[in-house]
């Protein structure tokens, strides 16, 4: 009997990897495939070579295309896969387009799905995670929940009752597990930073595909950077027009490429604040206690701001509140239930009792 887990972009690593150790421990037999989605070697490599991940034991290999063709190509590599091998459950992440082709392709084959972050919702179907993480969840018979509002989602859109869990955030597992690895003064020293600096990620495509909306950013961090340096480690979706856009025409704006996550979290841990719109980095910083902006209208991780340090900010309030950021002496923040750095030995209980109770045919 083997357990699938279905990987393929950055945020899935820090995610699978608590899941994957838990149930090694506990003797489960498992295959871990990567999609591809991304191939990088700073969007995915990385993350084998610094996470207790065991290296996959397939990559597919779709790599970029429109939304029809990566995920199609992910649906018919995974299909394979699965037909080959069988698996007695799916274990799928978050919100990408890795998760939906997984659960699609385990559904139709009559494999259960478990799906790690569900129920979260923005309520915003331009996103395309918001189309991805409803139907992810409506395919899916195990439901494992980061928060209390997404049971109240599922519930509300009619999932039942004992197909939800409250599990934890494994992604605050990987966080928690490797604080003692991160040196903030190392990393900052590292990049010539000053002392008070800002960390930014952007890659959300309401942010960096326009043209106009990306200039209007440039202009934004070029007014936060006179506050303070800030280091952009760059998603590659938004580096041409950004770059083209003159980001990096300011001396105390840094851009880099993409970072390994223990230099990318030293340096977020370090800083004064954080400018993003990353679902995962809205909850390291509530971990950490780094006043996060995030640069979007809405947020499917309202915990973040209910007990964190998130607030949203738009194009006109992102200045106002950076300069709020950074006069607070003391942030406090309170840590979401059950963000203990357990998720991954809760996640694994669930799936191997509901397999104990739902023994294949
Ligand atoms: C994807 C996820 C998004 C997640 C983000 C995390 C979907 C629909 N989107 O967005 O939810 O927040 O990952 O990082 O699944 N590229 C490279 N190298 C790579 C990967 C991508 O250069 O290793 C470039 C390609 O030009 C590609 C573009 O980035 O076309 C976008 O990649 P894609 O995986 O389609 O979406 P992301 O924007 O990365
Ligand atoms: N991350 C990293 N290096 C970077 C940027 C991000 O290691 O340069 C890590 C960080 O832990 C973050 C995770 O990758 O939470 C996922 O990031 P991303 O913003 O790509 O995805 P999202 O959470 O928005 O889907």
Redesign the pocket.
Same mark, same amino acid.
């Given at each position: 009997m083997t357990l699938l887990h279905v990987t393929g972009?950055? =945020?899935n690593f =820090?995610k699978a990897a608590p899941v994957i150790a838990a149930l090694a421990d506990l003797g489960e037999r498992q295959r871990l495939v990567h999609t591809g989605q991304h191939y990088d070697d700073r969007m995915s490599e990385v993350?084998f070579r610094e996470l207790d991940l065991p290296r996959p034991d397939v990559n597919l290999g779709v790599g970029s295309g429109s939304h029809a063709e990566q995920t199609a190509a992910i649906l018919v590599g995974l299909e394979q896969e699965m037909l080959a091998t069988r698996p007695a459950m799916v274990i799928v992440y $978050?919100? %990408?387009n890795s998760t939906l082709a997984a659960a699609i392709a385990a559904s139709k084959l009559g494999i259960p799905v478990a799906h790690v972050e569900a129920g979260l919702r923005s309520f915003d179907m331009s996103m395309p995670e918001e189309v991805n993480r409803i139907v992810t969840d409506r395919l899916s018979d195990l439901l494992l929940c980061t928060s209390p509002d997404a049971i109240a989602h599922l519930a509300h859109e009619g999932a039942p009752a004992d197909r939800i869990h409250l599990v934890g955030n494994p /992604?605050i597992d990987t966080l928690l597990a490797n604080l003692d690895r991160m040196d903030a003064e190392r990393a900052r020293a590292s990049f010539g930073l000053p002392d008070d600096y800002l960390v930014a990620?952007l *890659?959300r495509p309401g942010n960096v595909d326009d043209p106009e909306s990306a200039g209007e950013l440039v202009a934004l961090l070029h007014s936060a950077a006179a506050r303070a340096d800030i280091v952009l480690?760059l *998603?590659p979706r938004g580096r041409a027009i950004l770059e083209a856009l003159g980001l990096d025409d300011h001396p105390r704006v840094h851009v880099v490429e =993409?970072? $390994?996550?223990l230099e990318? /979290?030293s340096l977020v841990r370090g800083s004064r604040a954080v400018i993003t719109?990353?679902? $995962? %980095?809205q &909850? &390291?910083t509530t971990v950490l206690g780094v006043p996060c902006l995030t640069l979007r209208p809405n947020t499917e991780r309202p915990v973040t701001i209910t007990h964190g340090t998130n607030r949203l900010a738009t194009h006109a309030t992102l200045l106002p509140l950076l300069d709020a950021a950074l006069s607070e002496e003391v942030v406090t923040t309170r840590r979401p239930p059950l963000w203990d750095g357990h998720a991954g030995a809760r996640i694994a209980e669930v799936v191997v009792d509901w397999l104990a109770e739902h023994p294949r045919s």
């Open positions: 972009a950055r =945020p =820090p993350f $978050g919100d %990408v /992604m990620t *890659h480690p *998603h =993409p970072l $390994g996550y990318f /979290m719109d990353s679902g $995962g %980095v &909850e &390291e």
